[in-house]
């Protein structure tokens, strides 16, 4: 069975290798007999919207977040209804921040977002929200990453976790990204799915789940994964 995993604008969208997270997708998608297909999308009429299994809004620099703005204005509404769906997609960074209402760079341009959840961000120049970050969540754990941006995000919303090491989504707060339906936002690059394989496997069983295919995650081996976890957290002194 095919699974259509699609990545907008790879080139303008991609920072810190946020394409690894598509790698890994793939990597554990096959292990459950899954065909994934990868969809590197730079003209949005090229999206078949009922094809789509999972979803990446990489992040990108202030320059790239201006050219992408005006394309993904385009697929606003398309997009808002498969994420009421429930699509199953990640938002890393400049890519999260679109989905607010908007975005105001550090020298004042504001750029409108996509509206789709009601958030705002501001750039600052006080301090660039910089370095390895923990973000403990009641579903998946601890989660690892990298974070690296100007922008300051405020929402009442639900959050994807609490900041125990680094930045939440602003300077005042620990708590860290979005969660809504299937759709995770977060700042977290580093990529994210290799270092987290709870949040790679959550995606992938909103796939299997919906397509009603049988699955045993016992099967999957994460010892290297977990190793690697396990190391990186103690050497940054978090006791898990
Ligand atoms: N340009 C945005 C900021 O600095 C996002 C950067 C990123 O995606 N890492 O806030």
């Not at 290798?17 to 096959?30: P, Q, R, S, V």
């Not at 297909?37 to 979803?55: G, K, R």
């Not at 976790?161 to 580093?190: C, M, P």
Request: with cysteine; hydrophobic share 40%.
């Amino acid at each position: 069975m095919d699974y259509n995993i699609y990545h907008l604008f790879p080139q303008l969208l991609n920072l810190y290798g946020d394409k690894g997270n598509i790698t890994t997708l793939c990597y554990f998608a096959k292990q459950f007999g899954l065909n994934p297909v990868v969809h590197e999308v730079n003209d949005v009429a090229d999206i078949v919207w009922d094809d789509v299994d999972f979803m990446l809004l990489g992040g990108g620099s202030d320059r790239e977040q201006a050219i992408v703005t005006a394309k993904l204005s385009e697929i606003k509404e398309q997009l808002k209804a498969k994420i009421e769906a429930g699509l199953p997609l990640l938002a890393v960074c400049g890519g999260y921040q679109f989905l607010g209402n908007y975005y105001q760079d550090s020298q004042g341009n504001k750029l409108a977002g996509l509206g789709i959840l009601d958030f705002y961000t501001v750039g600052q120049t006080k301090e660039r929200l910089l370095g390895n970050c923990v973000i403990e969540t009641t579903d998946f754990g601890s989660l690892i990453g990298f974070v690296n941006h100007a922008g300051e995000t405020f929402h009442d919303l639900e959050p994807l976790g609490q900041a125990i090491v680094g930045y939440g989504n602003n300077l005042e707060s620990k708590a860290e990204g979005i969660r809504y339906k299937n759709l995770i936002g977060t700042y977290l690059h580093g990529p994210l799915l290799p270092r987290n394989p709870a949040l790679t496997l959550f995606f992938i069983e909103k796939f299997l789940q919906k397509n009603n295919v049988a699955y045993d995650f016992m099967k999957i081996d994460l010892t290297l994964e977990e190793e690697t976890r396990a190391s990186y957290l103690n050497k940054i002194g978090v006791n898990q």
